[in-house]
């Protein structure tokens, strides 16, 4: 069964570094989306893309934050300078446009900064 | 601004005995998402619910709509071990989560 893929499943970095987290979303799918839980807390919508273009983004995503697709298959999310609030499992999910509209959510990047 | 609110947010079940959770969610939205999480696990979509009225069933779990309301209830028939797990209501395009109601079977 198709399925959304991230990596790496943990990154540790340190305060004021950049990191890249990865993501390939199920083929046939057109939307693409960020989530993130900080531990013990609920999910929390970052940003929405959609033909190759920011569709929604929530406050959480500020200037720090960027997403791109830089080819066909995968579909990154940049934190230019880490903080330690950072700090979360970070879910990708992508979905189709059908009736049904479900978004599937990848395993998550645990990211750690210390 | 929607805001989605789950109730409770911790409940202890016993085996064999029925629970409801509750999700209100404070904009009109028409359709609504439950999704299960297991500890340290991704989410699993479980019921996706498109109109006023909708009914899903899986299993031991049921799920409705009143967009009237603004409510959706998960309702437990007979809880058993293998549904503790963590229940998220979401709604709307982008999905604004509730809080997750953290469900553990005891038996």
């Known amino acids: 069964e198709p399925e959304v893929t991230q990596t790496p499943s943990h990154q540790v970095t340190q305060m004021g570094q950049e990191v890249i987290l990865r993501c390939v979303p199920i083929s046939n799918h057109l939307y693409f989306y960020w989530y993130r839980q900080i531990l013990g807390q609920k999910v929390e919508f970052l940003v929405s893309?959609?033909?190759?273009?920011?569709?929604?983004k929530s406050e959480i995503f500020d200037d720090q934050f960027s997403v791109e697709r830089p080819d066909g298959s995968n579909f990154t999310l940049k934190i230019r300078s880490t903080k330690l609030e950072d700090s979360a499992m970070y879910f990708c999910?992508?979905?189709?446009?059908?009736?049904?509209?479900?978004?599937?959510f990848g395993a998550g990047t645990r990211l750690s900064v210390l | 601004e929607l805001k989605v609110e789950q109730n409770p947010l911790f409940l202890s079940m016993q085996e064999g005995k029925n629970y409801t959770i509750y999700c209100n969610y404070s904009t009109t939205s028409d359709r609504l998402y439950w999704y299960r999480q297991d500890p340290g696990k991704s989410l699993e979509s479980l019921f996706v619910l498109l109109s006023n009225g909708a009914v899903k069933q899986e299993g031991r779990l049921m799920a409705s709509l009143d967009t009237k309301a603004r409510l959706s209830t998960l309702h437990i028939t007979a809880a058993v071990h293998d549904l503790s797990a963590t229940y998220f209501c979401a709604v709307g395009r982008d999905l604004i989560f509730g809080k997750g109601t953290k469900l553990s079977v005891k038996p």
């Open positions: 999910a992508s979905k189709i446009l059908d009736g049904r509209n479900i978004q599937y």
């Open positions: 893309f959609y033909n190759n273009e920011i569709s929604e």
